[in-house]
């Protein structure tokens, strides 16, 4: 872990993200991500986890480039409260610490979701039916880190439409147990436990041009409506940001019209996962990384345009710590970095987003 004195001199070592006697081109190539964003009055961060910050020349780079955190899978209920009752708030706390001891804030991922949790959930909600197993879980972490993280997802990926309900709900065990309650009751129970908390829903599929993103977006806008009309204590909505480099591009004029209508609630918005999956791409790694870019550059452009936007985040830093699935014959690049910690295409792509 970088100490305050390691810190300073990593900083004072990339220069200008301390403002530290540097001006024009050469200021833009050494600043980070995160201090680019921070002049358009926005935080740039990344997922990450406790066991990559014991990676020296990694945490240098994060703490060059990130503002922001979030746990890639150590807030999740299932690292949490693996048995019913007992809480493990030990990865959250220390990515917390990290943070705070860097000047970067922290945001929490997630507290109600589908999937991660443990494996006395699900059957506990479904014969029990006692939303104190929802509403007490959020009410607990909420106050753990009351007035300490940047926001809160506090349901995550609720909406499918093709599972074919009227409503656009995701089939789950919240579902079933609650109806679709469940998720006014974890907003209203995150808000009570922290009412100057910032309140995030949090999905994907909100970017591109198909029949299906199509409903998504749909579904989400008519949600959203709803919840607020009900007084359900929603403050923004998260957009994962999870694109595809070969695949379906981002509809631009979609998007532009899908946001402007989330604004037209009152919402903000954040980028919370942002990554381009660049598989079934040329075998030229250059070619592939061009592509991540034109991506990334194509959708946050039409994000920053909606304005609101409080948060960038990418799933992830540098491509060192991706995995590489067994069906593809490349190793990963979807992230800023690479896995050597070198800016791509990707990094300058998001650069020249962030500068408007
Ligand atoms: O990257 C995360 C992975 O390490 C976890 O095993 C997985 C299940 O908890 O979740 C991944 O992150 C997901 C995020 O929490 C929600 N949106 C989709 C992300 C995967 O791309």
């Not at 000047?103 to 699900?122: C, E, I, K, Q, Y």
Request: some cysteine; charged content about 25%.
């Amino acid at each position: 872990m970088l100490n305050r004195r390691a810190f300073l001199r990593n900083a004072a070592a990339t220069g200008a993200w301390l403002g530290v006697g540097m001006s024009g081109p050469a200021q833009a190539q050494t600043e980070g991500l995160r201090a680019l964003a921070m002049r358009r009055n926005l935080a740039y961060g990344c997922a990450t986890a406790t066991d990559q910050l014991k990676d020296a020349d990694f945490a240098s780079a994060l703490v060059r480039e990130a503002g922001l955190l979030v746990a890639e899978y150590e807030m999740k209920r299932n690292a949490v409260e693996r048995t019913r009752g007992h809480y493990d708030f030990a990865g959250g706390d220390a990515l917390l610490n990290f943070a705070k001891a860097q000047g970067m804030a922290l945001r929490g991922h997630t507290l109600v979701w589908f999937t991660s949790n443990p494996d006395w959930l699900p059957e506990a909600v479904k014969t029990s039916r006692d939303e104190t197993l929802l509403t007490a879980y959020v009410n607990t972490m909420v106050r753990h880190y009351r007035g300490a993280l940047h926001s809160w997802d506090v349901v995550n990926e609720a909406i499918d439409p093709t599972a074919g309900r009227s409503d656009g709900l995701r089939p789950c065990f919240w579902l079933e147990a609650f109806g679709p309650s469940y998720i006014d009751l974890a907003f209203q129970a995150a808000r009570a436990a922290d009412p100057s908390a910032r309140l995030v829903y949090n999905d994907q599929g909100c970017e591109g041009g198909t029949e299906a993103n199509h409903k998504f977006r749909a579904a989400t806008l008519s949600f959203l409506e709803g919840a607020l009309k009900r007084g359900v204590p929603i403050d923004a909505l998260g957009l994962q940001g999870h694109l595809q480099a070969f695949g379906p591009p981002v509809d631009q004029k979609k998007l532009r019209v899908f946001l402007e209508n989330v604004r037209a609630l009152g919402l903000r918005i954040l980028v919370t996962e942002h990554d381009v999956d660049d598989s079934g791409g040329s075998r030229d790694s250059a070619v592939r990384d061009q592509a991540v870019a034109d991506a990334s550059r194509r959708f946050l452009d039409v994000v920053f345009e909606a304005g609101g936007v409080d948060a960038v985040l990418t799933w992830g830093l540098s491509d060192r710590y991706l995995e590489q699935a067994g069906f593809l014959k490349f190793a990963p690049r979807r992230l800023p970095l690479d896995s050597a910690l070198k800016r791509k295409p990707m990094w300058q792509a998001m650069a020249r987003s962030l500068a408007g």
